[in-house]
């Protein structure tokens, strides 16, 4: 059974930094990527950045230059640096990891519970 189990969230002010983590119950390399959504109240959940196993990133205009993807192999963990937040960034942030369909079954996707992440202006 995969967990994904997310830290990092919290409150902080425009501006400012925080980082997200997502802990793998497994090895990372079990996924084709992982990564991070979020979703704002009313809103639907939009991906905000992804990294694949092949060390490949892909990283939503509205954050570009302001959030940072990462991984860290060994532990097992993707990380999500945060910098000069902005309130429109408020919302739950759901890590994310996936395996690409095969021709026995579709394509596997794993959710962590969420974090809290509010931005005050």
């Known amino acids: 059974q995969v967990q994904l189990v997310e830290s990092g969230g919290g409150l902080v002010q425009a501006g400012g930094s925080l980082r997200l983590s997502c802990a793998a119950s497994?090895?990372?390399?079990?996924?084709?990527?992982m990564g991070w959504y979020r979703q704002a109240p009313g809103k639907e959940r939009e991906l905000v950045a992804m990294?694949?196993?092949?060390?490949?990133?892909n990283i939503v205009d509205s954050v570009k230059g302001r959030f940072t993807i990462s991984r860290d192999n060994a532990k097992n963990t993707v990380y999500l640096q945060m910098n000069s937040l902005k309130p429109e960034d408020t919302a739950v942030y759901y890590c994310?990891?996936?395996?690409?369909?095969?021709?026995?079954?579709?394509?596997?996707?794993?959710w962590g519970q969420g974090t809290q992440v509010t931005v005050s202006s």
């Open positions: 990294a694949t196993s092949g060390g490949s990133t």
């Open positions: 497994g090895s990372i390399f079990s996924f084709n990527a």
């Open positions: 994310n990891a996936y395996r690409l369909p095969t021709a026995y079954r579709g394509r596997l996707d794993y």
